[in-house]
């Protein structure tokens, strides 16, 4: 790719982050909606801790995990299935005929659901840990955001990769994320650390091929448990692995999808 | 239908504009593309082969079903062709995909590309930004499109707010941001009224007369306006090219025959004795209910020919009400090709 293809490309993930971004908070009532409603959700295992009386900690956990799980629905929802409803619309139709790389479009659609995500898990990361008042023992904020931006950045690359199915199977693809969504928030101990001892050791092996597990213990460690860099460092590892191999894999992924697409002729094929 | 018959068995006919005048922009050989049937496989589209020189208005005519849209989705990178070549601007549609989509635009009708949320004007500058347009410049041909398509007035409502006429300019607005070398058009009008039809038609016909060299394919089942717009029109069916000239000219092959119009006051009318009369090259017909009438159209090689169709009408106790001898439309071309009008017998609609 040159200079010049570069900063085309450049221009097409600024619009399509844009659109998301314009698009997602023209309408403030979808604002409220998105932050009340998963506030009530984790008040509901807060509540429960409470009341089986398990450490204090566990209300961060729980507040953690329901803001990073807003992320992994946007992957899943916003991101991978976005490609279904563009070919729906026609709009796939008009971004395939433009002399754009298809990860263009994901990055843009990518950062703008990451924007409008962020506004929206930060209120609910704020309203949790006032209205609970967890205690938050954060020493290393800069380790926190490092697994942070790492986790989003792998959750982002399995949603490209998801996006490809998308492109070619349409509504076939949604039984898959529909499967993805539950399994994975159990696996990933969103609402519970997978590290305990009461979770057995096949889901611990099973959730450790979720980059969003290793985010989740990552996070809660140094934001509520307040470890270190020297604690957490597998983690790291971990994410920086998830991080080179979904990118990559996305690419070709999305490259093999479309090519296959055009060759049985269901790149724009409707309601299948 | 002899006629049909006869261009059938001649074999593929190669749809080529004169060499010297005009160097080819499009070019296909042999193109052939086999989708997967559900109980067989579906020859979409059957060695066909067409050159459109640099500035043309070129038209594919056909029924639904008849190949034109997975034609144009090979020129267009979005499919792969099964077997066969096509060149876009001079390039390989397979192999250099990415340098044909840097000058083609493609506007499909009955297709809303763009976000329902957004303004139209907004959509415009999103659009703009996939073919990499300077801010300048998108604002610059956003404003003159907006108003050369007459929706500026509509700049900022939001694009589902927009009647299905305005979503139509914008979609064509759409697709001339990027002042495309050739635009390919598959249906433009489908679903809209007559006016905003006719707007649409002579602004194209006006883009591609003031961009000197602007190439337009354009595939329609609305034979007026086929004939109203391209300078050449191929004539297809089932896959097959079936015929390709200027629409006077593929008119002109008619002028021997004899087209006769006549209505007839029964809905049910059966006119299947037509097969059976020598001398009859084709017929279409058109049933309406609210008058319980059949209106049908049929070429004949002998004026003499429809006394015989008049007394078998009779003979059917079925009352004349009108007969009109008519001037031979592209309809005419194609039931002549065919020896059925568009809407008996469409083939199988294998890409939608």
Known sequence: MNREELIHNLKAVYARLWVRIKGGNREPEWLAAEVVIPVITLSAYVFLYKMVKAPPEYAGFVIIGGTMMAFWSNVLWNMSAQFYWEKETGNLEVYLVAPISRMAILLGMALGGFVNTALRATAVFVAGILIFQVPIALYEPLTALLIFFLTIGALYALGMMFASLFMLYGREAWHTANLLQEPIQFLSGTYYPTTSQVVPQTIQLLSSLIPLTFGLDGIRRVAILGQGIGDVWLNIVALVIFVLVLLPLARFALGFMENLGKKEGRLTLRWQ | ?352
């Open chain 2, 1 to 352: 239908m002899h006629v049909a018959n006869e261009i059938l068995n001649y074999g593929i006919l190669h749809c080529v504009s004169p060499r010297d005048l005009m160097p080819h922009i499009v070019e296909t050989h042999d193109v052939v593309r086999i989708f997967k049937g559900k109980e067989k496989p579906v020859k979409a589209l059957d060695k066909v082969s067409i050159y459109i020189g640099e500035g043309e208005i070129f038209g594919l005519l056909g029924p639904n079903g008849a190949g034109k849209t997975t034609l144009i989705k090979i020129l267009t990178t979005l499919l792969l062709p099964t077997s066969g070549e096509a060149y876009v601007g001079g390039f390989n549609v397979s192999k250099e995909a990415h340098k044909v989509r840097r000058i083609i635009s493609l506007v499909s009708g009955g297709e809303t590309p763009g976000y329902g949320i957004l303004s139209a004007k907004e959509n415009l500058w999103f659009f703009s930004q996939l073919y990499g347009l300077s801010s300048s410049i998108a604002k610059a041909r956003i404003e003159l499109l907006m108003a050369d398509l007459e929706f500026e007035e509509y700049a900022k409502t939001r694009m589902s707010r927009l009647s299905t006429g305005y979503k139509q300019r914008l979609n064509l607005a759409r697709g001339l941001l990027n002042n495309p070398k050739i635009l390919f058009l598959d249906e433009p009008t489908l679903g809209l009224d007559v006016l905003t039809s006719m707007k649409l038609r002579a602004y194209i016909v006006d883009w591609a007369k003031r961009e000197r060299e602007g190439t337009v394919l354009l595939t329609t089942h609305y034979m007026a306006e086929a004939d109203e717009m391209c300078d050449r029109v191929a004539i297809i069916d089932r896959g097959r090219i079936l015929a390709c000239d200027s629409p006077l000219r593929l008119k002109r092959k008619l002028e021997e025959s004899v087209i006769m119009k006549v209505e007839v006051s029964s809905v049910q009318a059966d006119f299947s004795f037509l097969d059976h009369i020598k001398g009859v090259i084709g017929y279409s017909q058109t049933r309406s209910i609210q008058t319980d009438t059949t209106s049908f159209k049929v070429m004949l090689t002998e004026e003499r020919i429809f006394a015989d169709i008049m007394s078998k009408l009779e003979a059917q106790n079925l009352k004349v009400l009108s007969t009109n001898k008519a001037e031979p439309t592209l309809e005419d071309v194609y039931i002549s090709l065919v020896g059925r009008g568009f809407e008996e017998e469409e083939g199988p609609d294998h890409e939608s």
